[in-house]
């Protein structure tokens, strides 16, 4: 099995917005970097390449990310111990706080790339009905009750 990822932010400011600059200017340095950690297997992508704008919640500022991981500490590593980390210092400054969860993984078969379908119907669940193993957040992992796959 693999992990997925999914999260949504809301951009504070349009992208083309001076104060987004850092953000854009280092969201593909981010990527690449993530695209060559140890772990990663595959990115959802569109022809606007780093920045990935969707149509989600029918807001252009919100922005989405879904990766596949070989496992969580994978991911892990990624988000905390690289450049990423950076960002999510500073994520208060390009982002406005949203009032329900934005992040969720869930184990998919090895091999299967999840589409924006698959990936806000984990999203709408981890809201709805609360983390389990099949739509979990970083405070689910830290119990301890995430199955090993």
């Not at 083309?16 to 990115?43: C, H, M, S, T, Y």
């Amino acid at each position: 099995m693999h992990l997925a990822q999914f999260n949504i932010g809301r951009m504070t400011y349009d992208l083309d917005d001076p104060r987004a600059a850092d953000f854009v200017r280092g969201v593909d340095i981010l990527n690449r970097i993530a695209e060559q950690a140890e772990g990663f297997v595959w990115k959802y992508e569109t022809e606007t390449g780093g920045v990935v704008q969707d149509n989600v919640d029918d807001d252009p500022r919100v922005l989405i990310n879904l990766t596949v991981w070989d496992s969580i500490e994978a991911l892990t590593h990624f988000v905390f111990k690289t450049l990423h980390k950076h960002f999510l210092m500073r994520k208060a400054e390009w982002f406005t706080p949203l009032d329900r969860a934005h992040f969720v993984m869930w184990w998919i078969p090895e091999g299967h790339c999840p589409n924006l379908t698959e990936a806000q119907g984990k999203l709408e669940q981890l809201r709805t009905k609360g983390a389990s193993d099949a739509a979990f957040d970083w405070a689910w992992v830290k119990t301890g009750k995430v199955a090993a796959q």
